[in-house]
């Protein structure tokens, strides 16, 4: 009995832990700047949704998410699609040289790189193709950034699949493509699945790549639009907790929604 | 169907098409790859021998961005600061994560619920994990502060003060990646066989020793992995920096990513950055080579 109390106490405190910080920036969201510096109170007094109305009405919000959503949906397609094809030969064909391993492991090799290394190189490139500050800036690197995860995914899940389904299919009169489509891809759909939700998160949350190849709200995804307006100087604390918030939502009930198939990605991708 | 000859051209085409597809499928995907990443790469590589800043002509320098490197006191704290700052980090969100784990593994239904709550730090955007210990951290009407005051209380300072932000960015990593190491490393546990286990408890073995002699090296695949992909993650961190701190005050939590860029893109000493960037990349990518071989040592003992 008295391990069950304990066991509780110990749950209360980790969900206290994790949730106490995104509580004082929800309600430091809902009060006035007055309230926040002259009263200093614990919980939102007269709570509004001013500070959300000012960002909405003066900043450039909207564009923010709109970029956010084409840039992050774009490139998540992009990569699902030819990173599956890439890991169904990897995990299928045997090819010259041993082409199929070396090309595996050379895709995790430039995967481990942190992506801070490629920065400089990457901004050069986009530069000279003349694509600062538009989407499909963004979109060619981030879906480049997405296969190499794509593939060393996939490719697990294909591996998993019985080849004898699709070799009984190709007897049937179905062509090696005709099989993957019918038979394979429908297999490997969970996996899709939690491989297409864990690149969105880490595509939608990107920071990096966005501060350095954006300037100006037609290009700026939320993390890069958020981190703008509390750079400045005369932002106030109001203002600063409303972004935080809004820069969170989106994600945050994405991820709320898929939880089942997020928490298995997360593991497997990490045990694989 | 025109005759048999044509039949046997067709089958001898489609059969080349066989042969050639897994080529086809794998091209894409490897030239987007080569092209935006691989070639980048090589391309900084290149930079980093050049002396250039942005407008300026570019003037082949060597290795000499290197050497000045490692003589740069700037460069040689920023790596110190990474260094302590990834060692504590992971250090302690590895014994919590594992603490939890092994508290939790045989209580299902509380998981589950835990699970929810735990799943929002780490797909949160850095960017606003960046403010949201900002907003605790602030010296005027911080929660801190705050709480602190309505204690009694004198204001709280944690990112003026050197030692403090350190810790408070060290506080910021552990909150928001323990989540992960959690879940991992319970997904481990409850792979694990009970039959060793229980037959420890049976011989009258004591809760600790069963954990060093029977669970611990069973676990050590998973929390090996689990250490590597967190330690070189958080080698990369510059988001949550970039928004708290700055890597201030003075040169506190500048960690090397954000050392880099100021270079790069506030000094516009690009061939400089591009080394250090480099540099950084081949200490990752060595200790990912050690690591995967101490692991494979571990798994065929």
Same mark, same amino acid.
């Given at each position: 009995m008295t391990g069950r109390v304990a066991r509780g106490l110990v749950f209360g405190l980790i969900v206290a832990i994790v949730l106490v910080p995104l509580y004082w920036m929800a309600a430091t969201s809902l009060k006035s700047n007055k309230e926040i510096t002259q009263?200093?109170?614990?919980? /939102?007094?007269? /709570?509004?949704?001013d500070n959300f109305r000012k960002l909405f009405a003066e900043k450039e919000f909207g564009h923010y998410l709109l970029n956010s959503i084409v840039v992050t949906g774009v490139s998540v397609l992009v990569s699902l699609v030819l990173g599956s094809l890439a890991a169904y030969a990897i995990a299928r064909f045997r090819l010259v040289l041993r082409l199929e391993r070396r090309i595996g492991l050379a895709l995790l090799t430039v995967r481990i790189v942190p992506a801070v290394v490629i920065l400089i190189p990457v901004y050069l490139l986009i530069l000279k193709l003349d694509l600062l500050d538009t989407w499909l800036g963004l979109i060619i690197i981030y879906t480049a950034l997405n296969i190499t995860f794509v593939v060393w995914m996939m490719e697990s899940f294909f591996r998993e699949i019985p080849t004898d389904l699709e070799e009984a299919a190709m007897v049937d009169g179905d062509s090696r493509l005709s099989a993957f489509r019918r038979i394979v891809v429908p297999l490997a759909a969970p996996g899709l699945v939690a491989t297409a939700i864990f690149a969105v998160i880490v595509t939608f949350n990107e920071f990096l790549f966005a501060l350095v190849l954006t300037a100006t /709200?037609?290009?700026?995804?939320m993390p890069r639009g958020t981190a703008t307006l509390i750079g400045?100087?005369?932002?106030d604390t109001a203002s600063m907790a409303a972004a935080g918030v809004l820069g969170a939502l989106p994600i945050v009930i994405f991820a709320l929604i898929v939880q089942r198939h997020l928490v298995r990605g997360l593991t497997l991708g990490a045990i694989k | 169907m025109h005759g048999g000859r044509s039949a046997v051209k067709e089958r001898r085409q489609w059969a080349g098409f066989e042969r050639a597809l897994p080529y086809l499928l794998l091209a894409p995907a490897v030239l987007v790859v080569l092209a935006v990443l691989v070639y980048p790469l090589w391309d900084g590589i290149k930079a980093s021998t050049d002396f250039y800043r942005f407008g300026r002509p570019i003037e082949s320098v060597g290795l000499e961005n290197y050497t000045d490197l490692w003589s740069d006191p700037q460069f040689r704290n920023a790596l110190w600061v990474t260094v302590r700052f990834v060692t504590l980090a992971v250090a302690i969100e590895t014994v919590l994560g594992l603490a939890l784990a092994l508290f939790c593994a045989s209580e299902l239904r509380g998981v589950r619920f835990l699970r929810t709550a735990l799943i929002v730090p780490m797909v949160i955007t850095p960017v606003v994990v960046g403010i949201v210990f900002r907003l605790i951290y602030?010296?005027?009407?911080?929660m801190l502060t705050v709480v602190s005051e309505k204690l009694g209380g004198d204001p709280v300072l944690i990112l003026s003060d050197p030692t403090k932000a350190f810790l408070g960015l060290v506080v910021l990593d552990v909150w928001e990646w323990t989540p992960l190491m959690f879940l991992i490393l319970l997904a481990g546990v409850q792979s694990l066989p009970v039959e060793p286990i229980e037959a420890a408890r049976v011989d009258g073995a004591g809760a600790w020793r069963t954990f060093v002699d029977h669970t611990l090296p069973m676990l050590r695949p998973v929390l090996a992995v689990a250490i590597v992909l967190r330690t070189i993650d958080a080698f990369g961190t510059f988001d949550q920096v970039f928004v708290l701190t700055r890597g201030g005050p003075g040169e506190a939590t500048r960690l090397v990513s954000i050392y880099g860029y100021d270079t790069a893109?506030?000094?516009?000493?690009v061939g400089y950055a591009a080394a250090l960037f480099v540099t950084v990349g081949l200490i990752v990518l060595a200790f990912a080579l050690v690591a995967v071989r101490l692991l494979r040592r571990v798994e065929t003992a």
């Open positions: 009263e200093g109170t614990l919980y /939102p007094q007269d /709570p509004s949704l /709200p037609d290009a700026m995804t400045r100087i005369d932002v | 602030a010296t005027e009407a911080g893109f506030k000094f516009q000493q």
